[in-house]
């Protein structure tokens, strides 16, 4: 507001109904999150374990205290701790012990699922379940993965920003189901369906899930990721580079002979320097973490990941590239050559 009153009275006017445009859309967003809560309880204790677990000096005793003042947590974990995912050979019953087994980095995203994302998926119709626990499995994977060896951006908070991406699409699901359902059936998972809501809703997911992730008081960092994980800028942060990159390879690994491909290459090119071989291991990479932290969730993914063809897309999108490149550095040394002579 302040900054409005030192512009000239005509920029004032249009600053002014900017601000008010923003606050009614900030509004419209926390009463649809209200609506959220109102269906589900805050997840006060999740939120509250995970601040504790980016303590590296965190206490165990303080961790399982908080853990245990939510029963229906506390017995997923516990649940998880004894599926045939970890082959122990008796059963744990102490959620002490399973704290110490899962370990840290089990442990938060143990509590992101159960205790954060499964509150956000319940009500929400199977075919929107399904889209989104295919893509954020996919931006998660390829965010920490491409965060790895980054000192602005750990590993374990890409994935984060990545699993979170498109929680404003099971916010949507859940409180305009009629309205949102067709819209996310009918538009691809882009533009258009950013268009479409921003259009019929007045806001889109990205910016919703942002909402969500400001208002759980998570980083702000996570929640600039998320919001800009469709429209972000060549100068984004390393953490926003890599989820939108994950965005891009959600359709590559999920959608058949998806456009997207070709950006997805480049795009992976110029941020991370990746070569096709880079590509061709990331891709590998993604689908085993996709399937491993689809197991430790208990989620059944339905249509699968055809690695061959894809890798078979890669490079002869790769050869194409570097034919035109070669013709047109021939063009160019001949309309020289014709210069000179």
């Given at each position: 507001m302040d900054s409005c009153r030192t512009q000239?009275?005509?920029?004032?006017?249009?600053?002014?109904?900017?601000?008010?445009n923003n606050d009614n859309t900030l509004q419209a967003m926390d009463n649809l999150i209200n609506q959220i809560e109102e269906l589900h309880s805050s997840p006060t204790v999740a939120l509250k374990a995970f601040n504790l677990l980016k303590d590296p000096d965190f206490q165990m005793p303080e961790l399982e205290e908080c853990l245990s003042a939510d029963p229906a947590l506390a017995a997923s974990i516990l649940r998880l701790v004894n599926s045939s995912r970890f082959g122990l050979t008796r059963k744990v019953s102490s959620l002490s012990q399973a704290v110490a087994l899962l370990g840290t980095r089990s442990i938060r995203l143990a509590i992101l699922s159960f205790g954060?994302?499964?509150?956000?998926?319940?009500?929400?119709?199977?075919?929107?379940?399904?889209?989104?626990?295919?893509r954020a499995l996919t931006m998660a994977a390829a965010a920490s993965r491409l965060c790895r060896g980054q000192k602005t951006a750990p590993p374990d908070e890409a994935y984060t920003a990545g699993l979170m991406a498109d929680s404003g699409v099971l916010l949507f699901a859940q409180v305009r189901c009629d309205q949102y359902v067709p819209l996310y059936t009918e538009h691809g998972h882009g533009p258009e369906l950013i268009a479409a809501e921003?259009?019929?809703?007045?806001?889109?997911?990205?910016?919703l899930g942002a909402r969500l992730l400001a208002r759980w008081h998570l980083p702000e960092r996570l929640t600039q990721a998320v919001r800009s994980h469709h429209t972000g800028s060549s100068d984004g942060s390393a953490l926003q580079q890599a989820v939108r990159a994950g965005d891009m390879l959600a359709d590559v690994?999920?959608?058949?002979?998806?456009?997207?491909?070709a950006?997805?290459?480049?795009?992976?090119?110029?941020?991370?320097d990746l070569d096709l071989d880079g590509f061709i291991s990331l891709v590998t990479e993604c689908k085993n973490d996709i399937q491993s932290n689809a197991d430790l969730f208990r989620v059944t993914l339905a249509g699968s990941i055809d690695c061959e063809d894809l890798l078979k897309r890669a490079r002869n999108q790769f050869r194409s590239e570097a034919m035109d490149a070669t013709l047109d550095l021939d063009s160019l040394v001949a309309a020289m050559e014709g210069d000179y002579s």
């Open positions: 000239p009275a005509s920029e004032q006017a249009r600053c002014l109904e900017m601000n008010a954060l994302v499964d509150r956000l998926t319940r009500g929400a119709p199977a075919e929107v379940c399904q889209g989104y626990w295919r921003r259009k019929h809703l007045g806001f889109d997911h990205a910016a690994l999920w959608v058949p002979g998806t456009p997207r491909l950006e997805a290459q480049e795009f992976l090119t110029v941020e991370f």
